[in-house]
């Protein structure tokens, strides 16, 4: 086929790393990238259905997209991601001009099924669970359009097999599924040859990784199932493939987190010095509600433990405000958690009814809205005094950044990341590609950047960035 696409990308990283491989399916079968919407004649939108009126915000966007579509004959939309499988054959019926609709489970089928609607007409495909075959359900087979040449997602894992009251994603990516080990190793190596040098594993339970396959295998009377590599192996092989400069992961579970996780960390040169720990709440009154399976001291035991094998660790966290029932001492508890974590950043959202989750339901024990708004800053004031004073420790020091391109605000000023995350704004003698590893002396601090002077490359991409994934 020949035309021009484009993907519209929301919510986490496992949606772009779907966008990735959507992408890459498109362009295996002769489509290219265009530079914005009016150019394509293909638009995806890879959904989320996490974000607060992520529906309204779908049909909205097909309103508009029903006049582009209008506009010239041949133009085709396509629906993928979580709200599709969860809305299922609801897209198509709110909006028929939509030509393919796809689930979580379809991603391998996006070029087939678009192809097969130009005949057949609109097509909503949604299968209730993965394909059980790697190839499809893994990406390794499939063709992958990467945002970057120096950094990739590695999948490791689909799926989830907690039920945490406000979300829902095991409703639409299912049961945990652990990718085969070899197979993800295989995938690092890839990328290490084609000049990628940061992997980030990718699951919703990363530190779950493989019991599913130790149990498999125990099933299948294996006697050494026992020895079945989980995560920490994991970690410590795609950190010792060569090439491979940093690892990052997300996202664990503090539920299930294990001491050899932290020692495979603290062990493995590349494995990055940062941690994102999602707390939720730190009431164990709320976190029993939500089902998370720890209390606020557990986790801050862990974390404790985890600083004890990695001094420098940067830890970042996701926190609810005003989940249903919480109450004021429910909210201090977590004021005290969180300063009591002392994290370097923290996502922090006020509670929304997800359609579907548990919490949806609770509507008698919904929040006031203004209650929720002042906690929210409440919160907001405790993490940023905490991620100020952790941001001014770093003054001073010389950080290997790596260089991710112009900032945004200004483009005579690069932006790049150290390993514990921190975003990094410097000005450097000469221009540096993306992907290149400089170091850079802290020279001021704010609650959610740093500022630094250049001092010295010290490794060179190998290959040249590619333009990125076009977006409207
Ligand atoms: S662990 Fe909880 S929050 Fe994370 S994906 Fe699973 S159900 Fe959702």
Redesign the pocket.
């Given at each position: 086929m020949s035309g021009r696409y484009v993907v519209r990308t929301y919510g986490c990283q496992m949606n772009e790393h779907d966008s990735e491989r959507i992408s890459g399916l498109l362009e295996a079968d002769g489509y290219l990238p265009a530079d914005d919407v009016d150019d394509a004649d293909i638009v995806v939108l890879n959904t989320c259905c996490i974000r607060e009126n992520a529906d309204n915000r779908l049909y909205g966007n097909l309103g508009h997209l029903k006049t582009w579509k209008d506009a010239r004959e041949g133009r085709q939309i396509v629906v993928a991601g979580c709200l599709s499988q969860k809305d299922r054959n609801g897209v198509q019926e709110r909006a028929p001009y939509v030509d393919v609709v796809l689930g979580t489970h379809n991603v391998h089928r996006t070029a087939e099924l678009i192809q097969h609607s130009r005949v057949a007409g609109p097509i909503t495909e949604i299968f209730d669970e993965a394909v059980v075959d790697e190839h499809v359900l893994f990406p390794s087979a499939l063709p992958v359009r990467r945002e970057t040449s120096y950094a990739a997602w590695v999948t490791i894992q689909i799926g989830?097999?907690?039920?945490?009251a406000?979300?829902i994603?095991?409703a639409v990516?299912g049961a945990e599924i652990s990718r085969p080990f070899d197979d993800v190793v295989d995938e690092v190596m890839r990328f290490a040859a084609e000049g990628v040098t940061e992997v980030t594993l990718l699951g919703?339970?990363v530190n779950s990784y493989g019991r599913d396959l130790q149990l498999a295998a125990r099933r299948d009377g294996d006697v050494d199932a026992r020895i079945r590599p989980l995560f920490a192996d994991l970690l410590r092989a795609a950190g010792e493939v060569e090439g491979i400069r940093r690892v990052r992961f997300t996202?664990p579970?503090p539920k299930d987190m294990r001491t050899d996780t932290f020692e495979a960390m603290a062990s493995t040169a590349s494995v990055c010095d940062h941690l994102h720990y999602?707390l939720q709440s730190g009431s164990d009154r709320v976190l029993a509600l939500m089902h998370?399976g720890y209390t606020g001291e557990r986790y801050l035991e862990r974390l404790a433990e985890a600083r004890q094998h990695m001094p420098d660790l940067a830890v970042s966290t996701d926190i609810i405000v005003g989940f249903p029932g919480e109450t004021e001492d429910d909210f201090e508890r977590t004021l005290e958690v969180t300063a009591a974590a002392g994290f370097d950043y923290a996502y922090t959202f006020i509670f929304s009814p997800r359609p579907g989750t548990e919490a949806a339901a609770m509507e008698s024990s919904f929040i006031d809205p203004a209650v929720a708004g002042e906690r929210f800053e409440r919160l907001r004031a405790v993490v940023e005094r905490s991620a100020l004073q952790r941001h001014q420790a770093r003054v001073g020091r010389i950080e290997e950044v790596l260089v991710e391109g112009p900032s945004r605000k200004d483009p005579s000023v690069l932006s790049g990341r150290t390993g514990q995350n921190k975003l990094v704004h410097f000005t450097p003698p000469r221009s540096l590609r993306a992907g290149t590893y400089a170091n850079v002396e802290v020279t001021r601090a704010a609650p959610h950047h740093l500022e630094g002077r250049f001092i010295e490359v010290t490794h060179e991409p190998s290959h040249r960035t590619r333009i990125p994934v076009a977006s409207l």
């Open positions: 989830c097999d907690n039920n945490c406000f979300c994603v095991p990516r919703q339970n996202s579970h999602p998370r």
